[in-house]
């Protein structure tokens, strides 16, 4: 467990998810995913079993090459930043990222932290040799941020995602760590 310092000071406490988190980490992912339209689902459409989601979180969290990190504030979730990988021989080497932050810490420099130490961490646990990530193409701080920290665009998903009676793309970056 550790700590971050956003923008305006406030202290972001980060720690590594575990089985115990499922019902609460459900919870918030069904709020944000009403907050943005850059998610792959929206509000409420988080759909888990609890019970599944725990053994999830506990396989993940006895992966070395996996890691899901909990953002709180004063014991509330406010962010979720994972890499996620297969255990699969071929194709261990590679991490899907994902971060999602609440809509009220947007633009305070988040994003920007969690991505670091997602690739630091990624440089550290002696598998992963790639970062992976999508997100939509509409999507364009983000975009930015990725591309300020080394990734590049390695494809497009045309009209893969239905938001708002329209067709969106996606873009696949990627990024080599080692």
């Given amino acids: 467990m550790f700590e971050l310092k956003l923008k305006n000071e406030e202290i972001v406490t980060i720690r590594q998810a575990t089985s115990s988190d499922a019902r609460t980490i459900i919870d ?11 998610l ?9 079993e609890e019970e599944e989601y725990k053994t999830y979180l506990e396989d993940t969290f006895n992966e070395k090459n996996s890691v899901i ?7 509330q979730i406010i962010s979720i930043a994972s890499i996620n990988s297969s255990q699969k021989q071929r194709i261990k080497h590679v991490g899907t990222l994902g ?7 947007w633009g305070k ?3 920007k932290l969690l991505m670091q130490l997602l690739i630091d961490w990624a440089k550290e646990n ?20 990725y ?7 390695e494809g497009i998903m045309k009209e893969d995602t239905f938001i708002d ?14």
Avoid: P, W
């Fill in 28 to 38: 918030f992912y069904n709020i944000v995913g009403g907050e943005t339209n850059f």
């Fill in 40 to 48: 792959s689902f929206g509000g409420n459409e988080f759909k888990r």
């Fill in 69 to 75: 990190l909990l953002g709180t504030i004063n014991d």
């Fill in 99 to 105: 971060i999602v932050i609440k809509k009220e810490y």
């Fill in 109 to 111: 420099g988040l994003g």
């Fill in 126 to 145: 002696e598998i992963t040799r790639k970062i992976q990530l999508v997100t939509s193409e509409n999507n364009l701080k983000a975009i930015q941020l």
């Fill in 147 to 153: 591309k300020n920290l080394g990734f590049e665009i």
């Fill in 165 to 178: 009676g329209k067709y969106c793309n996606t873009l696949m970056m990627g990024l080599f760590i080692k």
